[in-house]
């Protein structure tokens, strides 16, 4: 039986870049999940809005971001755009897999979230002369993220965890950072415990936020 002797003071003076890299994953996983929702609704209203081609297209987008690996999308990302003449960083090409990876699975949980808003509430605001667009705006996507909000949370955490697999092409991150520590101290079972107790640390102030935002917005619906 080896003897294990954890020497976490080799890990204290890092802190400050695990707190930097912890930093950039919660602001890459925050402005994807902002930009992928966004362009989620936006494929949500053209898979149901009846014009079959925007739908076939989305429906694509869909089946090849959910069938493929997030490290392959990421790859492609980093590697292609630069063949054809689109210079991107690292942490840029990161924010633009997050974004394509959290829209391809969100696109389907709103497109329930919509499918489960009563007709007659469409029909309502039909009646009173809203076009589609507003229906869409004022009506339908309010209801949708409510009714899909504690999967759109998990979602977010999945993205948030999942982001660790941007330290392949060195965008900064959280695993980025706990790599180049454990690089200069060869103290990987230490590193990599403080970067877990980071990773469960932003999971748990990632809960309390949400719930703080379901109860200021749409608790009083019930």
């Known amino acids: 039986m080896p003897n294990l002797n954890l020497q976490f003071w ?9 707190y ?11 402005e994807a999940a902002a930009l992928g929702l966004i362009a989620s609704l936006l494929g949500a209203y053209f898979l149901l809005s009846g014009f079959r081609p925007a739908a076939m297209l989305v429906r694509g987008y869909v089946e090849i971001i959910r069938n493929t690996p997030f490290l392959v999308q990421l790859l492609f990302i980093y590697f292609s755009l630069p063949s054809i003449g689109i210079q991107v960083s ?7 897999t997050m974004v394509m990876n959290f829209t391809g699975y969100t696109i389907e949980i709103l497109r329930g979230g919509v499918q489960s808003i009563p007709k007659t509430q469409l029909d ?9 667009l507003q229906t869409f705006g004022f009506v339908v996507v309010p209801q949708a993220i409510r009714n899909t909000y504690p999967s759109l949370t998990s979602q ?20 980025a950072a706990a790599n180049y520590v454990q690089s200069l ?3 990987s079972f230490e590193v990599y415990i403080v970067a877990a107790a980071f990773y469960l640390a932003m ?6 936020v949400f719930a ?3 109860r200021l917005t749409f608790r009083r619906w019930d």
């Open 212 to 214: 703080a935002i379901w």
């Open 20 to 30: 930097h890299g912890a930093l950039l994953t919660i602001v890459l996983t925050v």
């Open 10 to 18: 080799h890990v204290w003076p890092h802190l400050d870049a695990l």
């Open 124 to 132: 309502s605001a039909k009646s009173i002369g809203f076009s589609k």
């Open 156 to 175: 977010f955490s999945l993205l948030m965890l999942g982001s660790s697999v941007v330290s392949a092409i060195s965008a900064e991150d959280l695993t």
């Open 185 to 187: 101290n060869f103290r």
């Open 90 to 96: 690292a942490n840029q090409a990161a924010l633009m």
């Open 203 to 208: 999971s748990a102030l990632c809960r309390i």
